[in-house]
C-alpha cells in the first residue's frame, strides 16, 4: 500500500509553510525569552513583597510597643487578614507599563512623629543587615510619607509625591511598578528588555490602634536581565540552541527531499521517453506541480506515441496506395521500350493511356495527401458566422444537376468555420453518398441548433454501411470503391477538418443506407 497525498500540496504552499516555520523557531525563542522575562520581573516582585511583609509586620510591632501608655511586655494583637486587602501582585511586561524615573524625595514640610522615628530607629539595623543579603532598597515612612528609616541617604526626606506611596496612604493595601533606573553609562545589554528596569513595592503598615494608616514599607530593586539569569544556565541555553538548529536542518532536509526526489523523477521518466520506452507516471510526486508534470510528460509521450504510429501506418498506406499506378507505370514503359522494333499504334495508344490514368491517379493521391495534412493543421475556428443554408443550397443544386435529390429540412443556422472548410466537408459526404448510393440516390440533409452548436445530419438510401468496414471508413486510405478512383481520403479530410475547427464527425444510427452526424461551431440563433 503506498502511503502519499491523496492530493499532493502545491509547491508555493510547501515553500510558505517551510519559511513560516523558519521564522516561527527564532520567534519561539524569542517568545520564550520574553516569557522567561516576565518571570524574572514576577520573580523580583515576589521576593520584594515578601521582605516587605516581614518589614511590615516588624514596623506595626515597633509602633505599638512605642505609642505612649503601651506595655512593653504586651502580646501582639492576632493578625487578621481581609481578603480584599490580600496583596495584588503579577507584572508582565507585555501587559504594564514601564514608567519613567521616579522623581528625587522632596523636603517634608513637617517632621515624622516621634513614634515613628522611634520604630524607624529601632529598624534601622535590620534594613541594612536585610539590603546586605538581598540588595533591595528599603524604606520606612509615616503616615505622611515621611522617610523614619532608610537604606540610602534620604532620611527625613518626603516620599509622598510618589504615586505608589500616594496610593497607599489613600488606603490601598499594596502597589506595584516598574520604573527605568537612571543609570550612569548606556545599556549594555540590549537583547533584554529588563535591562534598566527596577521593581517598586509599596506596602501598608495599618496603625495598631486603629484602623487607620501608620506608615509604609518601599522596597525597590533592579529586575534580572536575561544576561544575568543566563550566566548560570548556558548549558540549557546549549541545548536549546541545538533543538533549534536541528529542527532548522531536518525542516530543510525534509523540504529538499520533498522537491528534489520527485523532480529526479520527473528526469527519469523522460529519459524513458528519450529512448522510446513507457513514460509511466512518478509514483510520489510530492508536489501537485510535480504531479501535473508527470501527467503531461504521460500525455506527451502517449501523444508522440500515437503521432508515430499514425506516421509508420501513413507511411505504409502510403506506399500501399502509390505501389499499383507506380507498378502500371513501369510496366507500360518496360512494354513501350519493347515495342520500339514493331511500333504498333494501338498498342502504344493502349500503353500511353495507362500512363496517364496512373499519372493522375498518382496527382490525385498527392493532391488529396497534401488536404490532409493542412486538415490536420486546422486550428479551432474564431472568425466571424459563416450562413450554412446558402451553401446547402448551392451543394444541393449542384449535385441535383448530376443526379443526386438532395432534400434539405430544418432551421436556418450559421457557423464558426471558413466557407471552404464547411465545403469540403460536405463535398466528401455527398461525393461518398454518391459513390456508394449511386448517382439516383436520395440524401436528406437536416440541419438543427443545440446552444453553441450546429448539427447536421446527412443520411441517403443507399446499402449503407456494414458493421466491419463502420470502425475503418475514416482511416486514411480505406476504401472499397477503388475500382472507381476512390482514394480513401475523402472521410479522413473531413473528419479532420470538422475536428480541427472544435467539431466532430461520426457515424450515426441508420436502419437503412449510411448516416453520418456533424457538429460545427455555431451560434446560439440562425441567420
Not at 504586651?74 to 481578603?83: H, K, Q, S
Not at 505504409?316 to 499504334?345: C, M, N, Y
Amino acid at each position: 500500500m503506498r502511503v502519499g497525498f491523496r492530493r499532493p500540496p502545491r509547491l508555493w504552499t510547501l515553500l510558505l509553510l517551510s519559511n513560516l516555520a523558519t521564522l516561527a523557531l527564532p520567534l519561539t525563542g524569542l517568545w520564550a525569552l520574553r516569557l522567561y522575562e516576565s518571570a524574572l520581573v514576577r520573580q523580583t516582585e515576589a521576593e520584594l513583597v515578601a521582605q516587605g511583609g516581614v518589614l511590615t509586620a516588624a514596623f506595626q510591632e515597633e509602633l505599638r510597643r512605642a505609642a505612649p501608655g503601651a506595655p512593653a511586655d504586651a502580646e501582639p494583637p492576632p493578625g487578621r487578614v481581609n481578603p480584599d486587602e490580600a496583596p495584588r501582585q503579577g507584572l508582565d511586561l507585555a501587559r504594564d507599563p514601564v514608567l519613567p524615573p521616579l522623581p528625587p524625595a522632596a523636603r517634608a514640610p513637617a517632621p515624622a512623629s516621634a513614634a515613628s522615628v522611634s520604630a524607624g530607629r529601632a529598624l534601622a539595623p535590620v534594613l541594612h543587615g536585610a539590603q546586605s543579603v538581598t540588595l533591595a532598597a528599603l524604606r520606612l515612612t509615616d503616615a505622611h510619607g515621611v522617610v523614619v528609616a532608610s537604606t540610602g541617604g534620604d532620611l527625613g526626606a518626603s516620599l509622598a509625591a510618589w504615586p505608589e506611596v500616594a496610593a497607599v496612604l489613600a488606603g490601598a493595601p499594596i502597589a506595584t511598578t516598574m520604573h527605568r533606573r537612571e543609570l550612569v553609562g548606556p545599556l549594555t545589554s540590549g537583547v533584554s528588555r529588563t535591562n534598566g528596569i527596577r521593581v517598586f513595592v509599596v506596602l501598608r503598615v495599618a496603625d495598631p490602634q486603629n484602623a487607620g494608616v501608620a506608615g509604609t514599607v518601599v522596597a525597590s530593586r533592579s529586575a534580572k536581565t536575561l544576561r544575568d539569569a543566563a550566566r548560570g544556565k548556558l548549558g540549557f541555553l546549549a541545548v536549546f540552541a541545538a533543538v533549534l538548529l536541528g529542527a532548522g536542518t531536518l525542516l530543510a532536509i525534509a523540504l529538499s527531499s520533498l522537491i528534489t526526489r520527485p523532480l529526479a523523477g520527473i528526469v527519469r521518466q523522460a529519459q524513458r521517453v528519450a529512448a522510446g520506452g513507457d513514460a509511466g507516471p512518478v509514483p510520489h510526486p510530492g508536489t501537485r506541480e510535480v504531479a501535473e508534470l508527470s501527467a503531461a510528460l504521460s500525455r506527451m509521450a502517449a501523444t508522440l506515441d500515437q503521432r508515430a504510429r499514425y506516421i509508420a501506418a501513413f507511411a505504409a498506406s502510403v506506399s500501399h496506395a502509390f505501389k499499383t499506378p507506380l507498378a502500371a507505370l513501369r510496366g507500360a514503359a518496360e512494354l513501350l521500350q519493347d515495342e520500339e522494333e514493331t511500333d504498333a499504334p494501338s498498342d502504344r495508344h493502349r500503353l500511353l493511356h495507362v500512363v496517364a490514368d496512373s499519372t493522375a491517379r498518382l496527382n490525385l493521391l498527392v493532391t488529396r495527401m497534401l488536404d490532409l495534412a493542412r486538415a490536420d493543421m486546422t486550428r479551432p475556428a474564431c472568425g466571424p458566422a459563416v450562413p450554412i443554408t446558402p451553401i446547402l443550397t448551392q451543394l444541393a443544386d449542384r449535385y441535383r444537376a448530376q443526379g443526386l435529390t438532395v432534400l434539405l429540412a430544418g432551421p436556418p443556422v450559421t457557423a464558426i468555420l471558413p466557407v471552404d472548410g464547411i465545403e469540403a466537408i460536405l463535398v466528401s459526404l455527398l461525393d461518398n453518398a454518391q459513390t456508394h448510393a449511386g448517382a439516383a440516390a436520395t440524401v436528406h440533409i437536416t440541419t438543427t441548433i443545440d446552444k453553441a452548436r450546429v448539427r447536421i445530419d446527412i443520411q441517403d438510401d443507399g446499402p449503407g454501411i456494414s458493421a466491419a468496414n463502420r470502425a475503418r471508413v475514416f482511416d486514411p486510405f480505406f476504401t472499397t470503391a477503388r475500382h472507381v478512383g476512390g482514394t480513401g481520403l475523402g472521410l479522413p479530410i473531413a473528419r479532420a477538418i470538422a475536428v480541427g475547427a472544435g467539431g466532430s464527425l461520426a457515424i450515426g444510427p441508420s436502419k437503412t443506407g449510411a448516416h453520418f452526424v456533424l457538429f460545427i461551431v455555431g451560434t446560439e440563433t440562425g441567420i
